[in-house]
Each structure stands twice: as structure tokens, then as C-alpha cells.
């Protein structure tokens, strides 16, 4: 325990000394619960899994000004997720979502009801979901492949969508 603690002290002091861009956090109290990289049953953890104290429906913000690029409503995997395309070449993944804010809902229902189908995916123009940095995008929750309510993060490369360290942001 006292190992965990030291290691996510020096990632948090190292991503503050060595910060790649001017993001804010995607919840207002961060808990790491699951690191980047963390061995998982066949595969390594591409993000942080960030708690929300067994709470569904915490804001969810962007961490930064950009466009919504993708939104997928599942029942499984990342469940509820969006995904917002940054300048700079970086896009930003916040999944198992209770549910997105109301505007959200509405053109996601919309899109429900016009395709017939629950499980949806979207990939929206890049003028169509504009985002600022600071806005609720989302609230906390369970949906997915997930095991409690609590904020899958990760960031990723825009062009090859390799997954990055998101303490380096």
C-alpha cells in the first residue's frame, strides 16, 4: 500500500512538472483506481479508472475545448462513451457514462428511434458537437463492461488512436 501510495504520488508530481497541455481534470475530486498500463486478463489498461465513490450521475467535464467526434451507446465494453477531438492532435475518452447531459440525450434518442436500434454509434461532423473546455459532457455511472460507477479516462493519439499516458497531461 505504501508502495501504490509513493508511485501515484511521483506520477502526480511528474505530470504536473512535465504537463503536455493546458487540460483541466475530467471530474471535480480525483481517486485513482486503476493506473495506465495496469496488467488486466489479456490486456494492458489503456487509461485511469477515476472513482466516483460508488456514485453514479458526478459531472463529467471536457478537459478541453474541441468537438465531440464520437458517441456509442452499448451494453457492453466502454457502454456510454464520447469522445472529444482536440487541437493538438489528441482526442480524449470518458465511458460508462450513466447517461450524457440533455442535448446530448435528445440527439442520441433521435438517432435511437431513426435507426431502430438501442446500441448506437455515431461519428459526428466536426462543427456539429462543438465542446469547450470546462463543459459537462456526461454523468458518472456503470454502464458497459464495468464492474462499479466510475469514470473510465484516457487520452489517445488523434492520427494512430495509441492510447497516451494521461498523467503526462
Given amino acids: 500500500l505504501l508502495r501504490l501510495f509513493i508511485l501515484s504520488l511521483f506520477l502526480l508530481i511528474n505530470s504536473f ?10 471530474l471535480d475530486k480525483i481517486t485513482v483506481t486503476g493506473n495506465f498500463c495496469e496488467i488486466r486478463p489479456g490486456h494492458f489498461h489503456a487509461g485511469l ?3 466516483t465513490d460508488a456514485s453514479k450521475n458526478l459531472p463529467i ?25 482536440h487541437p493538438g492532435g ?11 447531459t440533455d442535448k446530448l440525450e435528445k440527439h442520441m434518442r433521435k438517432k435511437q428511434k431513426e435507426n431502430e436500434t438501442f446500441e448506437l454509434e455515431l461519428f459526428p461532423a466536426k462543427d456539429e458537437l462543438p465542446i469547450k473546455k470546462g463543459d459537462v459532457i456526461g454523468y458518472s455511472g456503470n454502464t458497459g463492461s464495468s464492474q462499479a460507477p466510475h469514470l473510465h479516462f484516457e487520452i489517445r493519439d488523434e492520427k494512430t488512436e495509441a ?7
Fill in 90 to 100: 489528441y482526442v480524449s475518452v470518458y465511458a460508462h457514462q450513466h447517461h450524457f
Fill in 163 to 169: 492510447a497516451l499516458n494521461p498523467f503526462k497531461f
Fill in 49 to 51: 479508472d477515476l472513482r
Fill in 61 to 85: 467535464y471536457s478537459i478541453g475545448d474541441g468537438y465531440i467526434s464520437r458517441i456509442k451507446i452499448s451494453t457492453y465494453g466502454y457502454g456510454n462513451v464520447i469522445y472529444v477531438t
Fill in 17 to 26: 512538472c512535465f504537463s503536455q497541455t493546458d487540460f483541466r481534470l475530467p
